[in-house]
């Protein structure tokens, strides 16, 4: 197998999952790109995570009462899964439907939420669309609840079309009134209340005696519509194609222009869009075919480092390297924290900023969040007895030549490519270094701080802040 | 401008994060509705400290007292916003970006900031102390530094060796050094973490030239205003400052959570007016202290629940001390929503205050609107 393979499927597992350890690249060497795309589309193929002992650890995630634990055991599975791309979608969807717990305050329906983008993420638009209609989350988010029949609310159906499907200047605000209308009496039903034992959860209700069953007229077509047929017609109509494959593209390929420009600024690469809208379009709404699409189209292959690492990626990817927080928890890793290191570099999981979304791209970087990105990789490696050093050890070999080790640990950690200035101080560094001895344990013990700080280093670089 | 000094206004701001309890902090004590609501949490006429015969301090902020009964702190009655709904991080956002009926990610003092230092030359100009940047002085493209800790604030922090963190630091500079042709994101890339290092380098000579006399409490707000302190007098050219208190989020047990908060917040307040006089550097700061909403007028028999209306608090040398606008009514025919406190002044309006009348800059642009005003400041 060429490098450059090994580079494609570090490059697709970073995309569609997030990263892969060096092992975990190991486990794939055998395999085609495009087996390994099946692979990851068909998640049933893969076992099931093991969660006896995170849960033991961390015994209050049998509580669905805060949302910052169940944030971080999120951001555990990512580091975790076996099926990375359930995951991996399952964040797509948070990004394009962000729902925060900030308003409702009820952590069940935000877990649940999640579980349901990992059930059905990789199914078809329409269902998607219409679990979504129907999830209590949601429901409260975007006051349906507040949606009666003498009184529409228009919160929900204005976003569903404008952020969630079609994107403005595809429908008027009549289409709005028409759609809030179908959707009355989608609420849920009332929780036990929250004292004295906590959180308890809902679940969808079609209250009929609230519910306008009166004609509407919907995007030009007339009936006695209710949600379920709003949700026909919006998936029928080109623009929410167009919709969903800018997202998927800004979220999988490359980094978009955000959302609120999408009406005045073209796609990057509208061929590439055009392509995966005839895609989805053919197949029904179907996300399987459009993904394999997407990873095995030549956009795809080219998009190496062109977008920026959202922090979940960064966390999970860094966190695979060391082999920290795994299936078999060690002191000091409880989940609440991994939430916690989300929020300050400005994605707080599970709580969004607002129903816009997180702005991704260079948006993910400030003074602030770039001190804690750097500092939260090297900090993963100032202790010497991480497992995932002594597995780049193991790797580099007996003795390491000076001229040797950059590209050996890029190989190894990767495989990553760094640009001219990254290249030639770190060269610098290696240099200054000088050829390693790692024959044995107490040469080991002795150089295993350098080639620790050459990975800090390479942690630390801009290109380290790209997927 | 009107402002008391020849030096450039410096504005620090505190938030008690969790909704701060204002009833129990300027009591109405001699208020019967008072105590028939507050049957379980409340403090007994004898307890209180008077600041006159209606309202009297909680018992632990004798230390806020002392500032003012010295005239340097201006009580802002009834501060809150239109539509309460009482969720924190609503509330929250509300106060820091000024938009209660819509939802925006552009804070006020990010717009402050961009407009004290148009050419982003001072990364320094606007710092915040804790962990993440709060709304209220983010937007797209101001650089603001955040410091979680400034004795080891910066890049490469967490290399315990000081040799090994320069290195570390040099090798950093050059990777990220700026080269023709890497695309706009790379620059953005490059600019950023050369301002991280800049305003790194500049803010460590604080703690390294910095003495003093007062010895402060052993709190994070303490430790968190000491940080404010030691930048302010390094003359670094900061002129916002942020930092937060947690903890007022009393559902249950506010009996014994509130007075040491209160305890920990008036002992560091105090003594940080009074490092800031020992380094003759007083007389140009203003901190305002606020919270993001009050709390339900009834007790809850441990706690209270969230509500609306509270108070905020002018404090500084430039600050005419006394009682702005009204004490929220206790009536029951005024309540808001039947059980809370109704605001009596628009938060817009207080910041529109500072803006205007210490900051110098024009407040509608930032404030989206003209809210009434008080005026709280000497010479204004």
Same mark, same amino acid.
């Given at each position: 197998?060429?490098?450059?393979?090994?580079?494609?499927?570090?490059?697709?597992?970073?995309?569609?999952?997030?990263?892969?350890?060096?092992? *975990?690249?190991?486990?794939?060497?055998?395999?085609?790109?495009?087996?390994?795309?099946?692979?990851?589309?068909?998640?049933? &193929?893969?076992?099931?995570?093991?969660?006896?002992?995170?849960?033991?650890?961390?015994?209050?995630?049998?509580?669905?009462?805060?949302?910052?634990?169940?944030?971080?055991?999120?951001?555990?599975?990512?580091?975790?899964?076996?099926?990375?791309?359930?995951?991996?979608?399952?964040?797509? @969807?948070?990004?394009?439907?962000?729902?925060?717990?900030?308003?409702?305050?009820?952590?069940?329906?935000?877990?649940?939420?999640?579980?349901?983008?990992?059930?059905?993420?990789?199914?078809?638009?329409?269902?998607?669309?219409?679990?979504?209609?129907?999830?209590?989350?949601?429901?409260?988010?975007?006051?349906?609840?507040?949606?009666?029949?003498?009184?529409?609310?228009?919160? @929900?159906?204005?976003?569903?079309?404008?952020?969630?499907?079609?994107?403005?200047?595809?429908?008027?605000?009549?289409? !709005?009134?028409?759609?809030?209308?179908?959707?009355?009496?989608?609420?849920?039903?009332?929780?036990?209340?929250?004292?004295?034992?906590?959180?308890?959860?809902?679940?969808?209700?079609?209250?009929?005696?609230?519910?306008?069953?009166?004609?509407?007229?919907?995007?030009?077509?007339?009936?006695?519509?209710?949600?379920?047929?709003? !949700?026909?017609?919006?998936?029928?109509? &080109?623009?929410?194609?167009?919709?969903?494959?800018?997202?998927?593209?800004?979220?999988?390929?490359?980094?978009?222009?955000?959302?609120?420009? @999408?009406?005045?600024?073209?796609?990057?690469?509208?061929?590439?869009? %055009?392509?995966?809208?005839?895609?989805?379009?053919?197949?029904?709404?179907?996300?399987?075919?459009?993904?394999?699409?997407?990873?095995?189209?030549?956009?795809?292959?080219?998009?190496?480092?062109?977008?920026?690492?959202?922090?979940?990626?960064?966390?999970?990817?860094?966190?695979?390297?060391?082999?920290?927080?795994?299936?078999?928890?060690?002191?000091?890793?409880?989940?609440?924290?991994?939430?916690?290191?989300?929020?300050?570099?400005?994605?707080?999981?599970?709580?969004?900023?607002?129903?816009?979304?997180?702005?991704?791209?260079? *948006?993910?970087?400030?003074?602030?969040?770039?001190?804690?990105?750097?500092?939260?990789?090297?900090?993963?490696?100032?202790?010497?007895?991480?497992?995932?050093?002594?597995?780049?050890?193991?790797?580099?070999?007996?003795?390491?030549?000076?001229?040797?080790?950059?590209?050996?640990?890029?190989?190894?950690?990767?495989?990553? *490519?760094?640009?001219?200035?990254?290249? %030639?101080?770190?060269?610098?560094?290696?240099?200054?270094?000088?050829?390693?001895?790692?024959?044995?344990?107490?040469?080991?013990?002795?150089?295993?701080?350098?080639?620790? &700080?050459?990975?800090?280093?390479?942690?630390?670089?801009?290109?380290?802040?790209?997927? | 401008?009107?402002?008391?000094?020849?030096?450039?206004? +410096?504005?620090?701001?505190?938030?008690?994060?969790?909704?701060?309890?204002?009833?129990?902090?300027?009591?109405?004590?001699?208020?019967?509705?008072?105590?028939?609501?507050?049957?379980?949490?409340?403090?007994?006429?004898?307890?209180?400290?008077?600041?006159?015969?209606?309202?009297?301090?909680?018992?632990?902020?004798?230390?806020?007292?002392?500032?003012? $009964?010295?005239?340097?702190?201006?009580?802002?009655?009834?501060?809150?916003?239109?539509?309460?709904?009482?969720?924190?991080?609503?509330?929250?956002?509300?106060?820091?970006?000024?938009?209660?009926?819509?939802?925006?990610?552009?804070?006020?003092?990010?717009?402050?900031?961009?407009?004290?230092?148009?050419?982003?030359?001072?990364?320094?100009?606007?710092?915040?102390?804790?962990? #993440?940047?709060?709304?209220?002085?983010?937007?797209?493209? +101001?650089?603001?530094?955040?410091?979680?800790?400034?004795?080891?604030?910066?890049?490469?922090?967490?290399?315990?060796?000081? $040799?090994?963190?320069?290195?570390?630091?040099?090798?950093?500079?050059?990777?990220?050094?700026?080269?023709?042709? /890497?695309?706009?994101?790379?620059?953005?890339?490059?600019?950023?973490?050369?301002?991280?290092?800049?305003?790194?380098?500049?803010?460590?000579?604080?703690?390294?030239?910095?003495? /003093?006399?007062?010895?402060?409490?052993?709190?994070?707000?303490?430790?968190?205003?000491?940080?404010?302190?030691? +930048?302010?007098?390094? $003359?670094? #050219?900061?002129?916002?400052?942020?930092?937060?208190?947690?903890?007022?989020?009393?559902?249950?047990?506010?009996?014994?959570?509130?007075?040491?908060?209160?305890?920990?917040?008036?002992?560091?307040?105090?003594?940080?007016?009074?490092?800031?006089?020992?380094?003759?550097?007083?007389?140009?700061?203003?901190?305002?202290?606020?919270?993001?909403?009050?709390?339900?007028?009834?007790?809850?028999? /441990?706690?209270?629940?969230?509500?609306?209306?509270?108070?905020?608090?002018?404090?500084?040398?430039?600050?005419?001390?006394?009682?702005?606008?009204?004490?929220?009514?206790?009536?029951? $025919?005024?309540?808001?929503?039947?059980?809370?406190?109704?605001?009596?002044?628009?938060?817009?309006?207080?910041?529109?205050?500072?803006?205007?009348?210490?900051?110098?800059?024009?407040?509608?642009?930032?404030?989206?609107?003209?809210?009434?005003?008080?005026?709280?400041?000497?010479?204004?």
């Amino acid at each position: 197998m060429s490098s450059n393979d090994l580079k494609l499927k570090a490059h697709l597992l970073r995309r569609a999952g997030f990263g892969a350890s060096p092992k *975990e690249l190991d486990q794939v060497s055998d395999k085609s790109y495009e087996d390994i795309v099946e692979d990851l589309l068909h998640p049933d &193929r893969a076992e099931e995570i093991n969660m006896d002992y995170i849960k033991r650890y961390n015994p209050e995630l049998r509580y669905p009462d805060t949302h910052p634990l169940h944030a971080g055991f999120w951001i555990w599975r990512m580091i975790n899964t076996k099926k990375p791309l359930e995951e991996k979608i399952a964040l797509f @969807w948070h990004h394009v439907f962000a729902t925060a717990w900030y308003k409702g305050e009820h952590t069940p329906s935000q877990i649940e939420q999640i579980e349901t983008f990992r059930r059905n993420g990789l199914s078809n638009i329409k269902q998607i669309l219409n679990d979504l209609a129907k999830d209590p989350a949601m429901n409260y988010w975007l006051d349906n609840c507040e949606n009666h029949s003498d009184q529409p609310n228009e919160n @929900w159906g204005r976003e569903l079309l404008e952020l969630f499907s079609m994107g403005v200047g595809n429908y008027t605000e009549e289409d !709005i009134k028409q759609a809030s209308r179908a959707f009355t009496g989608w609420t849920f039903e009332q929780p036990l209340p929250l004292y004295p034992y906590g959180n308890y959860e809902t679940k969808f209700v079609f209250d009929e005696s609230d519910h306008d069953f009166g004609e509407k007229t919907f995007l030009g077509r007339t009936g006695d519509f209710n949600g379920e047929d709003i !949700i026909d017609i919006i998936c029928e109509e &080109r623009a929410t194609a167009l919709f969903i494959c800018r997202h998927l593209y800004n979220f999988f390929v490359e980094d978009e222009p955000q959302i609120p420009a @999408w009406s005045i600024e073209p796609p990057r690469n509208p061929e590439a869009i %055009d392509q995966m809208i005839d895609v989805l379009m053919s197949n029904d709404g179907e996300m399987v075919p459009l993904l394999r699409f997407v990873f095995n189209s030549e956009f795809f292959k080219d998009s190496m480092y062109k977008k920026v690492k959202n922090p979940c990626e960064l966390i999970a990817g860094t966190l695979k390297l060391t082999g920290t927080y795994g299936i078999m928890p060690k002191q000091g890793e409880e989940v609440g924290k991994l939430y916690g290191i989300g929020s300050v570099m400005g994605q707080a999981l599970m709580n969004p900023p607002t129903v816009e979304g997180w702005h991704t791209g260079h *948006e993910w970087i400030d003074g602030g969040t770039l001190n804690e990105r750097v500092n939260f990789a090297v900090n993963q490696f100032n202790d010497m007895s991480v497992p995932g050093l002594s597995d780049i050890i193991s790797r580099l070999g007996d003795r390491v030549k000076a001229s040797e080790l950059l590209d050996k640990c890029l190989d190894i950690i990767g495989p990553f *490519e760094l640009g001219k200035q990254a290249y %030639d101080a770190l060269s610098e560094y290696a240099e200054a270094v000088g050829d390693l001895d790692l024959t044995n344990e107490a040469s080991i013990e002795q150089n295993n701080e350098y080639i620790a &700080r050459m990975v800090q280093l390479i942690l630390s670089t801009r290109e380290y802040q790209f997927a | 401008m009107t402002t008391v000094t020849k030096k450039d206004p +410096v504005f620090v701001v505190v938030q008690l994060s969790g909704g701060n309890d204002f009833m129990n902090t300027l009591v109405p004590y001699s208020n019967h509705r008072y105590y028939d609501n507050r049957k379980f949490l409340n403090i007994a006429p004898e307890d209180v400290l008077p600041l006159d015969n209606t309202l009297g301090w909680h018992p632990e902020m004798a230390p806020f007292k002392e500032l003012y $009964d010295r005239g340097m702190v201006a009580v802002v009655q009834g501060i809150g916003y239109p539509d309460s709904n009482r969720s924190h991080f609503r509330g929250m956002d509300i106060m820091h970006t000024c938009t209660p009926h819509e939802v925006s990610t552009i804070g006020w003092l990010g717009t402050v900031i961009e407009q004290m230092d148009p050419g982003k030359e001072n990364p320094l100009t606007g710092v915040n102390f804790g962990v #993440g940047l709060p709304r209220a002085m983010s937007k797209a493209g +101001v650089p603001v530094t955040s410091v979680s800790n400034l004795d080891e604030y910066g890049l490469m922090s967490g290399l315990a060796a000081e $040799d090994q963190r320069d290195k570390a630091l040099k090798i950093f500079k050059d990777m990220y050094a700026q080269a023709i042709g /890497s695309g706009p994101v790379m620059d953005y890339l490059s600019r950023t973490g050369s301002d991280v290092i800049t305003g790194a380098d500049m803010i460590k000579v604080a703690p390294e030239q910095y003495e /003093s006399t007062v010895e402060y409490g052993d709190s994070q707000i303490a430790k968190s205003l000491r940080d404010v302190a030691r +930048v302010h007098t390094a $003359d670094l #050219g900061t002129r916002i400052f942020y930092t937060q208190q947690g903890g007022y989020d009393t559902h249950a047990n506010q009996l014994p959570s509130q007075p040491g908060l209160f305890r920990d917040l008036s002992r560091a307040v105090n003594d940080f007016f009074a490092d800031l006089e020992e380094h003759d550097a007083d007389d140009n700061v203003v901190m305002l202290i606020f919270s993001e909403f009050g709390r339900r007028i009834a007790d809850n028999g /441990s706690g209270t629940d969230h509500g609306s209306g509270g108070g905020a608090y002018l404090v500084g040398k430039p600050v005419v001390g006394g009682l702005y606008s009204e004490y929220p009514s206790l009536e029951p $025919d005024k309540w808001a929503k039947g059980e809370d406190l109704e605001h009596t002044i628009d938060f817009r309006g207080i910041y529109g205050t500072i803006l205007e009348q210490w900051l110098g800059l024009e407040a509608s642009p930032i404030v989206y609107g003209n809210f009434e005003q008080i005026h709280p400041f000497k010479n204004s």
